[in-house]
């Protein structure tokens, strides 16, 4: 008896390990945002993503809180009263796929491109993606770099009228 339960532990802990393997994870993901507002140009970074990829069938969920963004410069009280309706929801989140993750060797440094398709969801509202990312493995540490074009006005944080595009730079370090 004791014997079958040192085997059943032993089991679900190699069985453990081998999933926990496929999948990477990081909770220090750089965001980048640069955009051009009727008031100025906008700075920030966030250096406090989360975010998994499932080295199996290659799901990538990101996660950022809106309120760890770092404006560059800092923002003049009118530019906070118009960003002010941005920072009020509490997350963003990427939920994508990468579609060609079969052609990347996560044993082999190099530099691999990577084609993204998801969905970039703030302010409830989704919003789908199509981009050219690139998977660079260094000493065997993959870091996954892709950049999107967000359209505040898809979100409804934005008036039409207004200048709303949103440069995001994702930066992601697998450790």
Do not use: W
């Not at 190699?14 to 700075?43: C, E, H, M, R």
């Not at 996954?144 to 409804?156: C, K, P, R």
């Amino acid at each position: 008896m004791k014997n079958c339960f040192l085997i059943c532990i032993l089991s679900f802990s190699l069985f453990s390990y081998s999933t926990n393997a496929q999948t990477l994870s990081s909770n220090s993901g750089q965001i980048n945002i640069n955009a051009d507002f009727p008031f100025g140009k906008v700075q920030a970074q966030n250096d406090g993503a989360s975010a998994e990829l499932d080295q199996t069938n290659g799901i990538l969920n990101i996660t950022v809180f809106n309120k760890g963004f770092h404006f560059k410069p800092a923002l003049k009280a009118d530019q906070k009263k118009e960003l002010s309706n941005i920072q009020q929801h509490s997350s963003t989140s990427i939920k994508a796929q990468i579609t060609n993750l079969k052609t990347v060797d996560f044993t082999k440094d190099g530099n691999y491109r990577a084609k993204v398709i998801g969905r970039f969801v703030y302010n409830g509202v989704a919003s789908t993606f199509y981009v050219k990312g690139e998977i660079i493995i260094e000493h065997g540490i993959p870091t996954l770099s892709m950049q999107l074009d967000v359209f505040l006005t898809d979100h409804e944080v934005m008036d039409a009228d207004k200048s709303n595009r949103m440069e995001v730079d994702i930066l992601i370090r697998f450790e």
